[in-house]
């Protein structure tokens, strides 16, 4: 898929905090050449910088050099085509009670080396269990990302969306949701929750290229159309940099 003429220039960068792109880990980019492919297909339509964030979860072990070594190759294939082009290192971390024992030893990974965690709970989780995941890795000290906000039932409710932003919790929300018709209840859910700011980073959370591949030029066309200039580069870019350069996101 190509962009349109124009494409880059009216849009700027994006920054794609969510990827599972490094090949041969979880579910997935299968090989180098497919991860390489679906970077590529993502530079089309404007990425410039990604965080891969394979899965983490209690049961598998992170080979943690092994990550980091996939990442530089990545990073090797696509300085080939684009100097610029930059991957960094995260994890999707399923959340459990020991995950800030983990960061701390390093068998769980942060974004980018940063305090920013992403993290994800099962779709069906009560309020009480996210609410209390969130607080604890924020009293451990690092600041959590909620992967992909719109799947979880219990967060139907914007004052536990409030409460939940209260404890220091960054919101992410996949570019595919945002993507549709307006008559589809669940876009118009999510379009609500960035046009109401409480979405503070985008991912396209691309597994394969036939499972998710990377798809957001109808989402980055809407967000622009229905943004501000400068909501339109937080949520697309300047929010991702803030969390690699471990600053604050305005919140
Ligand atoms: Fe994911």
């Given amino acids: 898929m190509g962009a349109d003429p124009g494409y880059e220039e009216k849009y700027g960068e994006i920054f794609d905090v969510h990827a599972h792109v490094l090949p041969g880990v979880g579910d997935g980019a299968e090989d180098m050449d497919e991860a390489e492919r679906l970077l590529l297909s993502a530079a089309s339509q404007g990425v410039r910088e990604v965080i891969a964030t394979p899965h983490y979860s209690r049961r598998r072990r992170t080979d943690r050099e092994r990550l980091q070594e996939l990442a530089v190759q990545l990073q090797e294939r696509m300085s080939r085509h684009d100097p610029q082009f930059r991957v960094y290192l995260g994890q ?6 020991e995950l800030p024992e983990r960061l701390k030893e390093g068998q769980a990974l942060t974004m980018a080396g940063s305090r ?6 099962d779709t069906a989780v009560l309020y009480t269990t996210l609410s209390r995941g969130v607080r604890r890795l924020a009293e451990a000290g690092y600041v959590p990302v909620l992967a992909h906000m719109e799947r979880y039932r219990c967060l139907r409710d914007e004052d536990r969306i409030r409460e939940t932003a209260k404890y220091g919790c960054v919101m992410q929300m996949n570019y595919d949701s945002i993507r549709g018709h307006w008559f589809q209840p669940e876009v118009r859910w ?5 046009l109401d700011g409480t979405i503070q980073l985008l991912g396209t959370d691309m ?4 499972f998710r591949p990377p798809e957001i030029m109808e989402a980055v066309r809407w967000l622009s159309k229905n943004l501000s200039r400068e909501r339109f580069e937080d949520l697309t870019y300047l929010n991702a940099r ?7 996101i305005p919140l």
Avoid: I, P
């Fill in 190 to 194: 999510c379009r609500k929750q960035v």
């Fill in 116 to 121: 920013y965690v992403l993290m994800e709970f």
């Fill in 242 to 248: 803030r969390m690699t350069e471990d600053e604050a």
């Fill in 92 to 97: 999707e971390t399923y959340y459990h009670e």
């Fill in 207 to 210: 597994h394969r290229r036939d």
